[in-house]
């Protein structure tokens, strides 16, 4: 019911803290299965500072647009690229959505097909269903990477693009991607690369040390990628990235807003109004902990994924579906659906959906966590 009369803002407020309190929070160390963490308190202050920017408008706000070409222009050197052309959206979803838009406005065909792996993030599912793009799903490999040699199979005259993945959403794990773009350069198809997840983290792994495959501009093919700020970026949510190699993948999306109170602009983004504080919360970011910041929280998440899919091993009747490629780590169990139950009932903030559990290890994950969900796993175990 829609109050007749206000209250004062302390009842509004402790109305809002009483019905929140059954919510999870990062802060508790009870969230494993999220990509998200409570965001960094530098930006949670820009937020705060900047919350009225509008990038939907940028002719009013143009500081803060040229401030997202160069969280754009950063974050393209982070993947290899000079110069790249895109924004700072909403999410993966909006981000992988735009990609495939871009892709299929630019094939001209009459029955567009997307060739994309079974791992796929069910994003693509909405992007299909909403631009009338065909998806192909191309088998995985024993590894859980996509089947290279079935892609190039699935390819028809119909084919816009293909979509390899920098970074799964169930296990982490990361596409053949220098094999993938020569296939598309052979073939002359774009490849898009979902790293929302990987993106802000392959680049660090790689930096220290790790063997991870190349995944980003620096292969011809790679004609655009999603790399989300607001999973381990450490941005508040709403904060996706996609960028193009070239400005023509842009053209192909942008539509005419020929009024705005700033002056006409062609607009590519799915939303009109969107924040400007969480672009310049990208900016920030990235400004303020640079290539050594991010590389040490990577350092942190990826040797607690290491040990904890060392202690998970120990446990009997527990098993990794495989071995840890980022910080992300899956395993099965002997009886799962109990398991998951027991574990939600203890308070776990986990799910079993594909029939496995994933545990992300995000920033807000600590070991001492991780103990207390090893001791609860393993009493479980039990039986
Ligand atoms: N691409 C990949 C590879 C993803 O993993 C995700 C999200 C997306 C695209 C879509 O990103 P947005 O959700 O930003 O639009 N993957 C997570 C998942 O489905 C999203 C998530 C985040 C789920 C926090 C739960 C959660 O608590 O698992």
Redesign the pocket.
């Known amino acids: 019911m829609f109050p007749e009369r206000g209250a004062g803002e302390e009842e509004v407020l402790s109305e809002l803290r009483r019905k929140t309190a059954e919510d999870l929070t990062f802060d508790s160390g009870r969230?494993l299965?999220?990509?998200?963490t409570y965001p960094h308190p530098f930006a949670i202050k820009i937020i705060t500072e900047f919350i009225d920017r509008n990038l939907g408008d940028p002719g009013l706000h143009v500081g803060s647009r040229k401030v997202e070409e160069e969280a754009i222009e950063m974050l393209s050197s982070l993947l290899g690229l000079e110069r790249g052309y895109g924004h700072i959206v909403?999410?993966?979803?909006?981000?992988?959505i735009l990609a495939v838009r871009a892709f299929r406005n630019l094939a001209d065909v009459e029955k567009p097909e997307l060739i994309l792996p079974k791992s796929?993030?069910?994003?693509f599912i909405k992007a299909g269903e909403m631009l009338g793009v065909k998806l192909v799903w191309a088998e995985l490999n024993e590894d859980y990477t996509v089947n290279v040699r079935d892609v190039e199979e699935k390819i028809t005259d119909n084919t816009i693009g293909i979509v390899g993945?920098a970074?799964?959403?169930?296990l982490g794990v990361v596409d053949d991607i220098p094999a993938l773009s020569d296939v598309a350069l052979d073939y002359g198809l774009p490849l898009h690369v979902?790293?929302?997840?990987?993106g802000f983290v392959i680049p660090f792994a790689k930096g220290l040390g790790y063997e991870l495959p190349d995944f980003d501009f620096r292969l011809k093919g790679v004609k655009s990628i999603?790399i989300?700020p607001?999973?381990m970026g450490m941005v508040p949510?709403?904060a996706?990235g996609i960028i193009f190699r070239e400005k023509k993948y842009i053209d192909a999306i942008s539509v005419l807003a020929p009024y705005l109170a700033g002056g006409r602009i062609w607009q590519a983004t799915i939303t009109g109004t969107r924040p400007g504080a969480n672009a310049l919360a990208v900016w920030a970011m990235i400004k303020h902990l640079g290539f050594e910041g991010y590389k040490e929280i990577v350092r942190k998440a990826m040797e607690l994924s290491r040990w904890f899919a060392g202690e998970l091993k120990k446990i009997p009747g527990v098993y990794l579906i495989r071995e840890p490629v980022l910080n992300i780590v899956s395993f099965g169990t002997e009886n799962l659906e109990r398991v998951e139950e027991e574990l939600k009932r203890r308070g776990w903030?986990i799910s079993a959906h594909r029939g496995y559990i994933?545990i992300?290890l995000m920033p807000h994950v600590r070991k001492e966590h991780l103990e207390e969900f090893l001791r609860d796993l393993r009493e479980i175990m039990k039986g």
Request: negative net charge; glycine residues 22%; contains cysteine.
């Open positions: 969230i299965g999220s990509m998200c909403s999410g993966g979803t909006e981000a992988n796929a993030h069910f994003s993945i970074g799964t959403t169930g979902d790293a929302a997840f990987g999603t989300d607001h999973k949510i709403p996706g903030g994933r992300v």
